[in-house]
């Protein structure tokens, strides 16, 4: 027995010289083999666990550390070990515990009134944390799980809230990254699994976010929000492609209905809703629906801001709108983002119905559509000339006359333009008619009005009761 315990304490010296090397595996072995020796020995076990703990094998440590304080109840620096192993897995009520017993031990100690700090330091975050995702408010949630990861820096369950919170908060990359490396120690681990699957879901990849949701099941039957996600990704896909379907039919009503239904699913599935906004603003274009297309468009952008077809579309629902401004907008966003002839010719096509749109607009003038025959700008302009007229509104005050003969003078201008197909044509196209020798200036609407109703002799406007004329030549 005697020959035993000084083989033990032997291997412990040589364990304590690897130690201070910082050879830790090394110390490892030897403290092992004095505990094969000796399994009876608290301090032997304190030293494996001080060890395990530089080795960042804080589960095995809190082992080591708890039979230490099994085996001797008063072994302070067991207790000591045990408080940091737990603190460092997120423990930080076991923590305190422990703690409080080194305290009682030694009430002198300095130690353990700081460790005490750090425990509730992360007890702290943690609340803080729990109040941030009920308020889904994920960036305060990383910010309290970094701070509480450095000190519990091996604590799993931190790692995935923020993996979580990351995913929600669309940083996939560092999300993915967090779990890969839990799965790396631990390839059962429920929580990683299903973050690995969330991830997925939120990148549109549902049908192998589903295999991990599944896969996350199985490790743990009673994960609730594995199977929370499962369901909504099915419910997700089988909705967008009930929807698809129908716009493919030509069934745009069921399509919207769809994608509105498939909208209220899952708030949280950002790229997803992205799509399904663009979606159902297409189906909105085909429904006459601009506005609300422009407004779900701008959703999809919001959500996702670097989605070019919501910016497409939001574009072309404006330019039928008539909105030029902001089409020219969001098509230099496209081309800055996407140099292509397509997306040039979008825009430099918008930047010329802007230039046309700044112009008199001689088509609204004369009250026509723009694809009007000659007979059509004809009649137009009799009715509104004959409306106009000065004489018509000889007994009006002078301010109504001042705005009657301003337009008199427009509805000739747009008439000798639209009515010459040489100016027409130029106007259509969205050159400047001043540009070609056209001074509209210097344009006299009363020689138009002689030319295009004749008579030999003048014309004037009568009476025929309260408010009414009727135009009668001389």
């Not at 020959?3 to 050879?23: H, L, W």
């Not at 494996?48 to 082992?63: P, V």
């Not at 743990?220 to 896909?237: M, Q, T, Y």
């Not at 140099?339 to 046309?356: C, R």
């Amino acid at each position: 027995m005697v020959s035993k315990k000084r083989e033990a304490e032997g291997f412990k010296e040589q364990g304590n010289a690897f130690y201070v090397k910082k050879d830790y595996a090394e110390a490892f072995n030897f403290y092992t083999k004095a505990i094969d020796m000796c399994p009876k020995n608290a301090s032997y076990y304190g030293n494996r666990a001080a060890t395990l703990m530089m080795l960042c094998r804080y589960r095995e440590a809190l082992e080591d550390s708890q039979q230490a304080v099994r085996l001797d109840n008063n072994f302070t620096k067991g207790h000591l070990r045990e408080g940091k192993c737990h603190l460092s897995l997120g423990n930080a009520m076991a923590a305190v515990r422990c703690f409080q017993r080194v305290l009682e031990l030694e009430p002198e100690t300095s130690q353990a009134p700081q460790e005490i700090k750090n425990a509730e330091s992360i007890l702290e975050y943690e609340r803080m944390a729990e109040i941030g995702f009920d308020k889904r408010d994920f960036r305060m949630v990383v910010f309290c799980m970094d701070r509480a990861l450095e000190t519990a820096l091996a604590c799993h369950r931190f790692k995935i809230l923020k993996a979580e919170c990351l995913a929600l908060l669309g940083r996939y990359p560092e999300a993915q990254s967090v779990a890969s490396d839990i799965l790396r120690m631990d390839s059962t681990n429920a929580d990683a699994l299903y973050v690995r699957g969330l991830c997925l879901y939120y990148e549109d990849c549902i049908d192998k976010a589903v295999q991990f949701f599944v896969q996350a099941l199985r490790m743990a039957p009673d994960h609730d929000k594995a199977r929370l996600a499962c369901r909504n990704a099915k419910a997700l896909k089988a909705k967008k492609e009930e929807g698809n379907k129908a716009f493919k039919d030509g069934n745009y009503e069921a399509a919207y209905d769809l994608y509105s239904e498939a909208l209220t699913i899952d708030p949280n599935n950002i790229k997803t809703n992205a799509k399904l906004y663009c979606n159902r603003a297409t189906v909105g274009s085909k429904l006459k629906k601009l506005d609300q297309a422009i407004e779900d468009c701008s959703k999809a952008i919001k959500l996702d801001d670097t989605y070019i077809k919501a910016y497409l579309r939001r574009a072309q629902c404006y330019m039928d709108t008539e909105q030029y401004e902001e089409a020219v907008r969001d098509y230099e966003k496209v081309y800055q983002t996407e140099k292509t002839k397509e997306h040039k010719h979008l825009l430099k096509n918008a930047q010329l119905e802007l230039k046309k749109s700044k112009r008199k607009d001689y088509y609204k003038v004369l009250g026509v559509e723009k694809n009007a025959t000659e007979e059509e700008i004809k009649k137009a302009y009799r009715k509104r000339a004959l409306l106009h007229h000065p004489d018509r509104h000889s007994s009006a005050t002078p301010e109504v006359q001042k705005e009657e003969e301003k337009k008199f003078k427009e509805v000739g201008e747009a008439f000798s333009v639209l009515s010459d197909p040489k100016k027409k044509a130029r106007y259509d196209s969205g050159q400047d008619l001043e540009d070609d020798g056209m001074n509209m200036g210097d344009f006299d609407a009363n020689n138009i009005f002689k030319a295009f109703f004749g008579g030999p002799g003048g014309f004037s406007f009568e009476a025929s009761g309260p408010g009414n004329f009727f135009f009668q030549f001389g």
